[in-house]
């Protein structure tokens, strides 16, 4: 079973603040993934990561930033939240040394509402 | 780049009979593709997946279809059951050492008791 952990779950906060969303995963996995979710749509890759100290910007242009200090660990971090930042967001980690490679375990989900 | 893309928005079906839902993919080269089925609030949590050197491959009540010609993929339900009621996701993998999965749209499946 998929041991990765999103917190806080749900965040309502006002326009200008400055935000954390963290991830964990104890499962040793070396790549980590942000995905940002509109209701019933699709996921767009915002942020992902291959390794401690490496990070990329994925498909969906987005203002925040991540880092990735440990293995287990991949905050995402905005700095001045706005209304176009409501959206929900999907932490998810694979392994690449073990087949299939390429299957992602999914956080629950951190659902954010900038007023 | 890869697109992805589901043929319906949303399915019915009646409790006890069988699902299917269509994916469509865009780059010859995916080589992995994977189902997931999302449950309103929480995350996507696999079902089943599929590399390009297979035609089908069973789960538990689910099979997964490739047509690699038409570059289309189904996922079946047999006997769908009200605890099948989410929305579905399929994704693909671009091949070529990539990690990285491209989503398509989902399809919400509702269970009719």
């Known amino acids: 079973e998929a041991d990765i952990y999103q917190t806080p779950r749900y965040l309502v906060i006002g326009t200008g603040k400055k935000i954390t969303l963290e991830c964990s995963q104890t499962?040793?996995?070396?790549?980590m993934y942000w995905y940002q979710q509109d209701p019933g749509m699709e996921l767009h890759l915002i942020h992902y990561?291959?390794?401690?100290?490496?990070?990329e910007k994925g498909d969906l242009s987005s203002e925040s930033t991540v880092s990735r200090i440990r293995t287990e660990h991949f905050p995402l971090t905005l700095e001045s939240a706005r209304p176009s930042h409501t959206s929900q967001y999907l932490c998810?980690?694979?392994?690449?040394?073990?087949?299939?490679?390429?299957?992602?375990?999914f956080g629950p989900g951190t659902r954010l509402t900038v007023l | 780049g890869e697109s992805v893309g589901l043929h319906l928005p949303t399915l019915s079906v009646q409790e006890g009979d069988n699902s299917i839902i269509n994916c469509a993919y865009s780059?010859?080269?995916?080589?992995?593709f994977i189902w997931y089925k999302q449950e309103s609030g929480k995350g996507p949590q696999f079902i089943i997946d599929?590399?390009?050197?297979?035609d089908k491959r069973q789960g538990q009540r689910v099979t997964v279809l490739l047509n690699k010609t038409v570059k289309h993929l189904s996922l079946q339900i047999a006997a769908t059951q009200p605890g099948d009621s989410a929305v579905y996701f399929c994704?693909?993998?671009?091949?070529?050492?990539?990690?990285?999965?491209?989503f398509g749209k989902g399809t919400k499946l509702s269970v009719i008791p």
């Open positions: 994704a693909a993998s671009s091949g070529a050492g990539s990690y990285q999965l491209t």
């Open positions: 599929i590399r390009s050197n297979m």
């Open positions: 990561s291959y390794g401690v100290n490496s990070t």
């Open positions: 499962m040793g996995h070396d790549k």
């Open positions: 780059n010859s080269a995916s080589d992995y």
């Open positions: 998810a980690s694979s392994e690449s040394k073990v087949p299939p490679y390429n299957e992602q375990f």
